[in-house]
């Protein structure tokens, strides 16, 4: 699988509602497990990457004014194209582990929602 395919999944099956908020989750996760699955420059370059992309999602949400929607859309695609580019082996098997990680929280997540 590639990256694009398990975000894909992600965001189709979980909590993640965006491309967005799936690579930033796991990039956050990457960090506080200080980059175990994938400790080589190239994937810590990817991970600068959304981690700089979520920073502009950030900023863009506290703006006020028309498009902003429009800006908003867009920055998702940025994400979801980013998925798609051709990442580092150490970047698309760190992500399985995280969607594993995800997916084993998910059914603790709705019964603690009550579903």
């Known amino acids: 699988m590639n990256a694009y395919e398990i ?7 979980s909590i993640y509602s965006t491309f967005g908020d799936a690579w930033f989750a796991f990039e956050a ?19 600068e ?5 979520h920073e502009l999602t950030v900023q ?12 908003q859309a867009a920055l998702e695609t ?5 998925a798609r580019l051709d990442h580092h ?6 992500l399985q582990i995280w969607r594993d990680a995800v997916w084993q929280e998910i059914p603790a997540s709705k019964e603690s929602a009550g579903m």
Do not use: M, Y
């Not at 975000?7 to 099956?13: D, K, Y």
């Not at 990457?49 to 992309?53: M, Q, S």
């Not at 863009?60 to 800006?71: H, R």
């Open 7 to 13: 975000l894909n999944q992600v965001v189709q099956h």
């Open 29 to 47: 996760w990457e960090r506080a497990r200080r980059f175990r699955d994938d400790p080589s420059a190239p994937s810590k370059e990817t991970l």
């Open 49 to 53: 990457w959304i981690r700089t992309l």
């Open 60 to 71: 863009l949400d506290a703006f006020q004014g028309p498009g902003k929607s429009s800006c």
């Open 78 to 82: 940025v994400f979801r194209e980013f």
């Open 89 to 94: 082996q150490e970047i698309t098997n760190a």
